[in-house]
């Protein structure tokens, strides 16, 4: 069967993470070569390791998306391991401190915007003439559904999250007449170690956030892939500048679910 990403070349920042791991392997199988970035060393070659294992293309690259050179020296280091850049997946995100307004200190505002805002603006920017040399490209940047409404204690992460969507959507604007898509996944809550933090389990993050969501339950990092595969890809070839909202409908109802009848 045809792989949908066949010869692309791809950085994936946050890629030693939950999700950023799940993209970066379903991308190597669909024939893609990838660069694994993160801040962690083990993270970041655990997921190259494992694509080769599985023989696939994808080195590991340690990169602090907080620091401009580290996004300028990302891009470039995917360019010239693979010859080319096509694809920029963007999911780094710094954690942030649960803390109300008054609460969080200026330091943790400014780290998140580097990582979740700032570094999408400069891998773009260093990312862009790669892709215009290779014809076109698509850049995905990971943004969430906490992005789209008011969130309480994560200010900064919803802040940087609705800036990223924006971002993205000026990217698009830009350079869509270079065939360069620009995209944004608003993920759900997704079950992962981070998501989990502030419920003490992963199996009490899965009982109580999968029930705001219309289909009962968290999403899968699969589930995530799945969508970056499509805007990845040509099946996407006509979507710029949007949105894909993967929330399991969580954005799509606030009301009261009636009481099931027995
Ligand atoms: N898990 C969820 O419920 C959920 C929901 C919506 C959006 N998201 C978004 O998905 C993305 C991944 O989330 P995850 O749950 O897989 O988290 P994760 O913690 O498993 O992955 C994040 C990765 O980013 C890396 N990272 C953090 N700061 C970095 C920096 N300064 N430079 C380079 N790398 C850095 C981490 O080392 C980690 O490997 C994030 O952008 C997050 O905001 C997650």
Redesign the pocket.
Known sequence: MARLLEGRAVLV??G?????GAIASRFAREGASILV????PQ?AEAVAAAIRANGGIAEAFV????CPEDCARAVEAAAAAFGKLTTLVN????ESPEASIEALPLAAWNTALA?NLTASFLTAKHAVPHMRAAGGGSIIN?A??LGQIGVFNRVAYSTTKAALIQLTKCIATEYGPDNIRANTIS?G??S????AKSYGSIENARRVRGPAHLLGRQGRVEEIAAGAVFLASEESSFMTGADLLLDGGYLAFKGELPVKSK
Do not use: C, K
Not at 63 to 66: F, H, R
Not at 91 to 94: E, H, L, P, Q, S
Not at 192 to 195: E, P, V
């Open positions: 920042t946050g030693g993470g939950e999700i950023g970035a993160d801040l962690r993270a990169a602090d998306m907080g999911v780094a995100a710094a990582v990971i969430s559904q993920p809550s997704i992962t170690a981070r998501s």
